[in-house]
């Protein structure tokens, strides 16, 4: 496989670690137990802090696509939100040598931003817990409906993530050094 197959692979792998946030998922799946009835049944109560939930872990998955990182002049990575002007907030100390206008708001934002929310709403609604308690009757079909979902979807991403590369460093995915990056790319291409 040539160099430059092994850099594009390495970079949709990273693109794909990009959209699926761990921290959310980490936390769905330690509150998610707390909020469902382990004696299936489910209450309006369960269901409606449930629904909570996915929208607040939706909300973070949708959130950090607008973010990304600088270098400032003090050596430090920076986070700040992406607007149309450029970085926000920009005002910091370390920043006035920068030129942030060059991290804009784009099209490509708002389609990563779907597509985290996507990822993780296939995660969570097809969660055996989730299935139980909101759509019990799907519980004979979940293993199938979890492999069909789960295999289009991934396909969809693939084909995403081609036409619309990430290029964000945001507060889920922090810049990575050269070495970093030649050292993933080797593990990565033994695989």
Known sequence: MSNSHKKGLTELHLNLNKVFLTGTTFLFQLINPLLTNYDNTCTVLNKTLET???????FVCCFVSFTDSYIG?????????????????????NSHSLDLSKFKLCFRDFV???ISVMVFANFALLDPKMVRC?????????NI?????????????????FIYPNNRHGIDCPQLE????????????QV
């Open 178 to 189: 050269d070495s970093t990056i030649t050292s993933m790319q080797l593990a990565f291409s």
């Open 52 to 58: 909570l939930l996915i929208v607040l872990c939706s």
């Open 73 to 93: 002049s003090d050596g430090k990575t920076h986070y700040a939100i992406v607007t149309p002007k450029g970085l926000w907030p920009s005002s910091s100390l």
């Open 134 to 142: 909101f759509y019990p009757h799907f519980e004979s079909t979940h």
């Open 145 to 161: 409906l979890l492999l069909v979902l789960t295999t289009i979807l991934r396909l969809f991403l693939v084909v995403v993530f």
């Open 112 to 114: 990563h931003a779907f």
